[in-house]
């Protein structure tokens, strides 16, 4: 079985940074990419990029870069992303979701999502 | 970027009703197309990829249909676990963008 385990809730001063993990299981960690999606309360979602974990080659939806990376580590087969420079507006619920670009070509499978909250 | 308009963006109906969300793009997206179902405090679920296909595991009175810049999901027989908000996403090219989302209430 297919499970992406986002790490918990966060609450973060203005002008932090924190650093948000997926670990994958069921599946070969190298085999999907990986996608990182925003939605913000009670709105849609926003993709905000993804990477590819057998390069480590990246796309980014413009409006993320500078607020977002992705990085993987292979060996535990874990997927992270570190947003930076936080203000309100990034307080959101983050999903971690993974693509099988073999099959779906779409997201198959999402993590629970991690609340991130931004206020001093 | 490619927009996704999704409508209507909510919709009330009874169980046993058949509805239609409708998601337009505004380029061709070549049948890139997913939609996802979210049901509140959940992590959305893939419902549909390559704008026809269902997912693994969903139901059949799911479909979804379409080609260049209009694509809809259709519901037949309404059942009271398919309340929730749905959404679409394209694939052709990033940013991979969602539509506006529809929310599908009881009446």
């Known amino acids: 079985e297919v499970q992406l385990q986002q790490s918990g809730p966060e609450l973060v001063k203005p002008g932090a940074s924190v650093k948000i993990s997926c670990k994958t299981s069921g599946y070969t960690f190298t085999e999907y990419t990986m996608h990182w999606v925003k939605q913000s309360h009670g709105k849609s979602l926003e993709w905000i990029g993804g990477?590819?974990?057998?390069?480590?080659?990246?796309s980014y939806n413009q409006k993320f870069k500078g607020k977002a990376t992705l990085t993987v580590d292979k060996s535990s087969s874990t997927a992270y992303m570190e947003l930076r420079s936080l203000t309100s507006e990034d307080s959101a619920v983050y999903y971690c979701?993974?693509?099988?670009?073999?099959?779906?070509?779409?997201?198959?499978?999402w993590g629970q999502g991690t609340s991130v909250t931004v206020s001093s | 970027d490619i927009q996704m308009t999704q409508s209507p963006a909510s919709l009330s109906v009874s169980v046993g009703e058949t509805v239609t969300i409708t998601c337009r793009a505004s380029e061709n997206i070549y049948s890139n197309l997913a939609w996802y179902q979210q049901k509140q405090g959940k992590s959305p679920q893939l419902l549909v990829y390559?704008?026809?296909n269902l997912a693994d595991g969903v139901p059949s009175r799911f479909s979804g249909s379409g080609s260049g810049t209009q694509y809809s999901l259709k519901i037949n027989s309404l059942q009271s676990e398919d309340f929730g908000s749905y959404y679409c996403q394209h694939f052709w090219g990033t940013p991979y963008t969602f539509g506006g989302g529809t929310k599908l209430e009881i009446k």
């Open positions: 979701a993974s693509m099988d670009t073999t099959a779906t070509d779409a997201m198959d499978y």
């Open positions: 990477i590819n974990p057998n390069n480590g080659g990246t």
């Open positions: 390559a704008a026809t």
